[in-house]
């Protein structure tokens, strides 16, 4: 049985993540090879949903670290914007202004957002944003139009988990992004439309591909690391199993 690898390394190798999955040719372990059929567009949605949530994932641990910025952007009633490209424009002035000051500050900007329009017509824009000792007031004097919540990503339980899961898919939710309610049923989407964009300095890490002999049945860490999330799933457009797990090195180098 043929198994494919990639391996990601971010931050020079203090984060490993590690996707495997089944070579197209061959069907999953003890089971005859499922007949590839056409994706649904619902079935597209979903996979396109992941892959944006897996990039968003990617540069945030690349690029970000915990210590870093989760602000929000609000609007006052009077100041919201007619149109999705009016809000857009609204943040590039202030994205601007915030680039203007990390210049001045001899500091690169790194940023992910993502502008939300809900259901009730309230907008507002989420931004991860690297921190440089002052970021909080100058993200705050850079937005005229209402109110800036700002805080540490390790200081927010909504988004913050180890391997940047749960920020990853907040930053990227949208108007087909569905909540669960607490008797367990699928609860409708909270969103009327989103767009979700990052700085342009943020380029994707190449992975090292190889191929495994076998899957195994539980991966291990390498040494000096610990296995913090193993996701395992089938992909829907496939059929093929697939799984990702994400190490943190624990022992410093010398």
Known sequence: MAVKRKTYRYRGGTVIDVEEFHDGRYGAPGKQRTKRAKPTEEQMRKVNAINKARRCRMRLLEYFDAGDCFATWTYETRNRPPTMQDAMKDFQKAIRIVRKEYKKRGRELFWIRNIERGTKGAWHIHLVINEIGDTASIIKKAWPHGGTW????????????????????????????????EDGTEGKPRLKEASYSTSRNMPLPEPKPDKLIRWKATPKPKKGYRIVRIYEGINPVTGYKYRRYTMIRTVRRE
């Open 150 to 181: 700002v805080s540490g990503i390790r200081l927010n339980d909504l988004v913050y988990d180890e391997d940047f899961t749960k920020l990853a898919n907040y930053m990227t939710k949208d108007e087909h992004t569905t909540y669960k309610k």
